[in-house]
């Protein structure tokens, strides 16, 4: 029996994983500095740097900002995947745990288990409505799922894995999607992604979350975006 999604638990899952951004120091490697006006005057004073007049608070944001983007990237997908789970356990009355579905990649020269970031049980969903799935996948064991807020993997190591995942999914006899929920994703990546997951990107990837749980997650989004803009803000601030 499912049960109506709570949007007070939807905000904090989501303030949860953006609120831990806050967290992040930019400057931490660089001992005693702490703002933009620091580092400046730190590469003002650095022979390599300072005759190019790169304590420019265009470099300085270029420099420092990058893994502070990075860092906020992987919470907004934290959010995503945290959100998504509590959706599906909602929908289907699941467990989290019941929902992990473990397999075996190979991640360079190493074999590495991989969880899945959702499973539903085909038992749950033998009469969804899921028209843009490829496969017949209501022959199979279920869906299992990845969930990106966007995907900005270059590493052909990282990219081969993903690919890797979705034939150990198969072969358990899972139909994989792949959610990636920004429209700015390498392309290259997703092209060749797109040939062993059933893949579903920006409005596609909520339109599929609709269809399968029924919660419009992008309305909620929308409706919520004065509260999660002011937390991301924070923490651009830092830099």
Not at 137 to 160: H, M, P
Not at 213 to 218: I, N, P, R, S, V
Not at 219 to 235: C, D, G, P
Request: proline share 4%; glycine share 4%; with cysteine.
């Amino acid at each position: 029996m499912s049960t109506q999604p709570d949007p007070n638990e939807l905000l904090r899952l989501a303030e949860h994983h953006l609120s831990r951004v806050l967290e992040y120091d930019p400057y931490l490697n660089f001992p005693g500095i702490h703002d933009r006006s620091a580092f400046g005057a730190l590469i003002s004073s650095d022979p390599a740097f300072a005759p190019f007049g790169l304590d420019d608070d265009r470099y300085i944001i270029a420099r420092i900002g990058g893994n502070l983007v990075t860092s906020l990237h992987r919470k907004i997908g934290d959010m995503y995947q945290a959100i998504f789970l509590y959706l599906l356990a909602c929908r289907f009355n699941l467990t989290i745990a019941s929902m992990k579905l473990n397999v075996t990649v190979k991640i360079g020269e190493r074999d590495q288990i991989r969880s899945t970031d959702g499973m539903v049980p085909i038992s749950c969903i033998t009469n969804a409505n899921l028209p843009l799935l490829k496969s017949d996948w209501k022959s199979t064991n279920g869906l299992a799922f990845e969930v990106r807020s966007c995907y900005q993997i270059g590493d052909s190591k990282r990219i081969q894995a993903d690919w890797d995942m979705a034939l150990a999914l198969q072969a358990k006899n899972f139909t994989p999607v792949m959610l990636v929920f920004c429209n700015t994703s390498l392309r290259s990546p997703l092209i060749r992604l797109n040939n062993s997951w059933n893949l579903f990107t920006g409005d596609d990837a909520f339109t599929f979350i609709y269809n399968l749980t029924q919660f419009d997650l992008k309305a909620f989004l929308l409706v919520n975006q004065t509260t999660l803009t002011n937390l991301v803000h924070q923490s651009l601030a830092k830099l």
